[in-house]
């Protein structure tokens, strides 16, 4: 077997033979242990001396030479200069502990080799490089954040610049088997036609979907199993329906993640969004950093006062910049777009956002729309919930608003259809917090590095 080059992390609480018993078993199971770094610890250590260390082991042993941390730099500096591919953790509390370890996991990951101990393996990303054409991907940080509505969003943007034919691709947990075409840019999807592809057993309102209604642009749907603590997925069809775009009428390829899952495939740029919905920790602790660190620009969506407070959102736009100080961060609220003209009509609004900010909606839909918001239910992702809010007013409306998400298709339309009311979709637009903000710049600017980026690789 082809040998692994090993940095080995160690610490001085352990006895240095019995730690030099672990590298030599490592070694004989067919690791190549190129380097061993202490990262702290002191109590066994009768000789700080660095060439008496490296002597004892018979390797190159490199120290910080303040000891009171764990050298995140130095261990990043070692991965690099010496093109390690796996880092193996021979240390242990209290020089280490769950926090500490997910910091040295994320500089790990980030450099493309594995994090490994005695009971854990974390493994980079695994990414295809089959485009053909400019590409960026969009990362969340979570559920329910509004991936989506943003790729949607940006691919309009990007579709209104004469140069570019913008072209989705989305992996979702329920995307077709085989990777399917959606042409938004030349076919209406109308209820009825999407009612047709649900009663064909397809997930019509799976988010190639929503991206080709919303959008107006090609999209190419496919579908994902799982998603690990790092984003990688168990099992996607993403590589094949990325390489179908390369035969597309398209010049430049968003590639859509899932959740917090990433998307195996290689991009120019990557735009990272961040739900202010979020418990903090999700965004500064685990693998959250591992994400925002992959970003070019950070989207942080949510950011309703109802949903976020000040205080936290000026916490996490500070702890974005601290992780990845050179993205630029843009901090967002969503409001309704409706695809049709609902002026004057009594509404029922199906959505996923939470009952906090009803009364935003309810006010911005009526504001701007000229419509009688009746009632909102946010339970489009709670089917029986969704049912229960239908039945209590389907007779006191003449229209169903609807993201196009979850149980859109096969119950707020189907049961909408079947009373006779009319069905509106409704997208999602992201608003910038303040004007200090430029979000369309933003998203062009990461566009026209993407075009750079693919230019001078190819």
Same mark, same amino acid.
């Given at each position: 077997? @082809?040998?692994?080059? !090993?940095?080995? $992390?160690?610490?001085?609480?352990?006895?240095?033979? *019995?730690?030099? %018993?672990? #590298? =030599?078993?490592?070694?004989? @199971?067919?690791?190549? !242990?190129?380097? $061993?770094?202490?990262?702290?610890?002191?109590?066994? *250590?009768?000789? %700080?001396? #660095? =060439?008496?260390?490296?002597?004892?082991f018979n390797k190159k042993v490199l120290m910080a030479e303040d000891t009171s941390d764990i050298p995140y730099e130095l261990i990043e500096e070692t991965i690099k200069d010496n093109d390690i591919?796996?880092?193996?953790?021979?240390?242990?509390?209290?020089?280490?502990?769950?926090?500490?370890?997910?910091?040295?996991?994320?500089?790990?990951?980030?450099?493309?080799?594995?994090?490994?101990?005695?009971?854990?393996?974390?493994?980079?990303?695994?990414?295809?490089?089959?485009?053909?054409?400019?590409?960026?991907?969009?990362?969340?940080?979570?559920?329910?954040?509004?991936?989506?509505?943003?790729?949607?969003?940006?691919?309009?943007?990007?579709?209104?610049?004469?140069?570019?034919?913008?072209?989705?691709?989305?992996?979702?947990?329920?995307?077709?088997?085989?990777?399917?075409?959606?042409?938004?840019?030349?076919?209406?999807?109308?209820?009825?036609?999407?009612?047709?592809?649900?009663?064909?057993?397809?997930?019509?309102?799976?988010?190639?979907?929503?991206?080709?209604?919303?959008?107006?642009?090609?999209?190419?749907?496919?579908?994902?199993?799982?998603?690990?603590?790092?984003?990688?997925?168990?099992?996607?069809?993403?590589?094949?329906?990325?390489?179908?775009?390369?035969?597309?009428?398209?010049?430049?390829?968003?590639?859509?993640?899932?959740?917090?899952?990433?998307?195996?495939?290689?991009?120019?740029?990557?735009?990272?969004?961040?739900?202010?919905?979020?418990?903090?920790?999700?965004?500064?602790?685990?693998?959250?950093?591992?994400?925002?660190?992959?970003?070019?620009?950070?989207?942080?969506?949510?950011?309703?006062?109802?949903?976020?407070?000040?205080?936290?959102?000026?916490?996490?736009?500070?702890?974005?910049?601290?992780?990845?100080?050179?993205?630029?961060?843009?901090?967002?609220?969503?409001?309704?777009?409706?695809?049709?003209?609902?002026?004057?009509r009594n509404i029922l609004f199906a959505t996923t956002a939470p009952e906090s900010v009803q009364p935003l909606m309810k006010e911005y839909l009526e504001e701007n729309y000229g419509c009688n918001?009746?009632?909102?239910?946010?339970?489009?992702?709670?089917?029986?919930?969704?049912?229960?809010?239908?039945?209590?007013?389907?007779?006191?409306?003449?229209?169903?608003?609807?993201?196009?998400?979850?149980?859109?298709?096969?119950v707020a339309t189907k049961e909408a259809l079947e009373h006779g009311l009319e069905v509106v979709y409704c997208d999602n637009i992201p608003i910038p917090i303040s004007d200090d903000y430029d979000?369309?710049?933003?998203?062009?600017?990461?566009?026209?590095?993407?075009?750079?980026?693919?230019?001078?690789?190819?």
């Amino acid at each position: 077997m @082809d040998k692994d080059k !090993v940095l080995c $992390l160690i610490d001085g609480e352990h006895y240095f033979p *019995v730690t030099k %018993g672990a #590298i =030599d078993k490592l070694e004989s @199971d067919g690791y190549d !242990v190129e380097l $061993l770094l202490l990262i702290g610890g002191t109590e066994k *250590v009768r000789d %700080g001396n #660095i =060439d008496v260390i490296s002597e004892l082991f018979n390797k190159k042993v490199l120290m910080a030479e303040d000891t009171s941390d764990i050298p995140y730099e130095l261990i990043e500096e070692t991965i690099k200069d010496n093109d390690i591919k796996l880092v193996m953790d021979l240390s242990d509390e209290p020089v280490v502990n769950y926090t500490k370890r997910f910091k040295i996991a994320t500089i790990v990951l980030s450099l493309g080799a594995t994090y490994k101990g005695p009971d854990f393996e974390f493994n980079p990303l695994e990414e295809f490089d089959v485009l053909e054409n400019p590409s960026y991907k969009i990362i969340g940080t979570g559920k329910r954040i509004g991936k989506t509505a943003i790729s949607a969003y940006t691919a309009r943007l990007i579709s209104e610049d004469a140069k570019f034919k913008p072209c989705i691709v989305a992996m979702g947990r329920g995307g077709p088997e085989i990777p399917e075409i959606v042409e938004g840019n030349k076919i209406k999807l109308t209820p009825k036609y999407l009612m047709e592809q649900s009663d064909k057993g397809l997930h019509a309102a799976s988010d190639h979907w929503e991206d080709a209604l919303m959008s107006r642009v090609l999209t190419v749907g496919c579908r994902r199993c799982a998603g690990g603590m790092a984003g990688r997925v168990f099992r996607t069809n993403m590589k094949s329906g990325a390489r179908m775009t390369n035969a597309l009428d398209t010049n430049f390829v968003a590639i859509e993640g899932s959740g917090s899952a990433i998307p195996p495939i290689k991009t120019d740029k990557q735009i990272v969004l961040v739900g202010a919905n979020q418990p903090l920790e999700t965004i500064t602790s685990y693998f959250g950093p591992y994400r925002v660190k992959l970003a070019d620009l950070v989207i942080i969506t949510m950011c309703d006062s109802e949903i976020c407070s000040k205080s936290k959102l000026n916490v996490i736009i500070d702890e974005i910049k601290s992780i990845n100080p050179k993205a630029e961060v843009i901090p967002t609220i969503f409001r309704p777009a409706p695809v049709e003209s609902i002026e004057g009509r009594n509404i029922l609004f199906a959505t996923t956002a939470p009952e906090s900010v009803q009364p935003l909606m309810k006010e911005y839909l009526e504001e701007n729309y000229g419509c009688n918001v009746v009632a909102i239910s946010s339970h489009l992702s709670n089917r029986p919930k969704l049912k229960e809010d239908i039945k209590e007013n389907i007779d006191k409306v003449d229209v169903m608003l609807t993201e196009l998400k979850a149980a859109a298709v096969d119950v707020a339309t189907k049961e909408a259809l079947e009373h006779g009311l009319e069905v509106v979709y409704c997208d999602n637009i992201p608003i910038p917090i303040s004007d200090d903000y430029d979000l369309d710049k933003a998203i062009m600017d990461v566009v026209y590095d993407a075009v750079d980026t693919f230019n001078a690789r190819k």
